[in-house]
Nanobody
Framework: QMVESGDALVQAGGSLRLSCAAP????????MSWYRQAPGKVRELVAE???????NIPDSMKDRFTISRNNTKNTVYLQMNGLKPEDTATYYC?????????WGQGTLVTVSS
């Protein structure tokens, strides 16, 4: 079971770090991704990180978002800076093992203007 940090309300321009803890047998050796979904919009990739630490962040977000992981703690973090109201969404962590896909419960991030 993957467990994300709790819902958050932040002001525009603020920062927030999300975390996702996963059992070692699920996380070990696999890439973890963060997605987000705003009301009425499709789910989109925010960031992903391989087990070795290589990252991929869409160009539209890479100047504000970073992703990291602590394999000892079996946890992946999403650091978000300079938050904007349009970042308001539910954020999900995900591990895709091919045959099986695991999702976190979702974290509602609300950015007030």
């Amino acid at each position: 079971q993957m467990v994300e940090s709790g819902d958050a309300l932040v002001q525009a321009g603020g920062s927030l770090r999300l975390s996702c803890a996963a059992p070692a047998n699920i996380l070990s050796g696999h890439t973890m991704s963060w997605y987000r979904q705003a009301p009425g919009k499709v789910r989109e990739l925010v960031a992903e990180i391989t087990y070795a630490g290589a990252t991929n962040i869409p160009d539209s977000m890479k100047d504000r978002f970073t992703i990291s992981r602590n394999n000892t703690k079996n946890t992946v973090y999403l650091q978000m800076n300079g938050l904007k109201p349009e970042d308001t969404a539910t954020y999900y962590c995900e591990i895709n093992q091919g045959p099986r896909v695991y999702w976190g419960q979702g974290t509602l991030v609300t950015v007030s203007s």
